[in-house]
T-cell receptor
């Protein structure tokens, strides 16, 4: 039950905003977000737990709507360093993550 | 802390050969994961361990793949015999517990000719 991410790819100019969505067909306990730069390993960004919370990390924030079984990642005033592939990972209960296929974000000057 | 350590970083082998990938998790982490990443399938969980015990190996593609964790600081993923379709980047990750933040190693890029 791999979560579905959208869009698959997005190109932004520096300073623009983006939203990446992650949807699951299963009830979720938590959603994780990771970023992977080309040729590197995925790096953890944040966890959102059941409860509909929203979290922030510099200019990157995320929300989790457990009723809709979806999460969104918000990138504001994008920087060149934001480029990479963003993965959401979802868990139902105390189970390991299932990752989506990723959203490729390219920020250009 | 040195983070998750994987070796080798690159491996090129011929079809039919045995391949062994190695991983040292972060000290104190009780969960260890092996992933395979390809363009077509993305990041797939192969197997994960809690406290050195394999919990779920349903992601292991077939009997050619095996994984062990003899102690808390070492794990191996073995492919025997290897096939060209096994070519991928293999990541090892560790976490304090299975549902917490995962720390990924740098990966092993495997090419099977």
């Amino acid at each position: 039950q791999q979560p579905v991410q959208s869009p698959q790819a997005v190109i932004l100019r520096e300073g623009e905003d983006a939203v990446i969505n992650c949807s699951s067909s299963k009830a979720l306990y938590s959603v994780h977000w990771y970023r992977q730069k080309h040729g590197e390993a995925p790096v953890f960004l944040m966890i959102l737990l059941k409860g509909g919370e929203q979290k922030g990390h510099d200019k990157i924030s995320a929300s989790f709507n457990e009723k809709k079984q979806q999460s969104s990642l918000y990138l504001t005033a994008s920087q060149l360093s934001y480029s990479g592939t963003y993965f959401c990972g979802t868990a139902s209960g105390n189970t390991p993550l299932v990752f989506g296929k990723g959203t490729r974000l390219s920020v250009i000057a | 802390d040195a983070g998750v350590i994987q070796s080798p970083r690159h491996e090129v082998t011929e079809m039919g050969q045995e391949v062994t990938l190695r991983c040292k998790p972060i000290s104190g982490h009780n969960s260890l994961f092996w992933y395979r990443q390809t363009m077509m399938r993305g990041l797939e969980l192969l197997i994960y361990f809690n406290n050195n015990v394999p919990i779920d190996d349903s992601g292991m593609p077939e009997d050619r793949f095996s994984a062990k964790m003899p102690n808390a600081s070492f794990s191996t993923l073995k492919i025997q015999p290897s096939e060209p379709r096994d070519s991928a980047v293999y990541f090892c990750a560790s976490a304090t517990v299975s549902y917490n933040e995962q720390f990924f190693g740098p990966g092993t890029r495997l090419t099977v000719l």
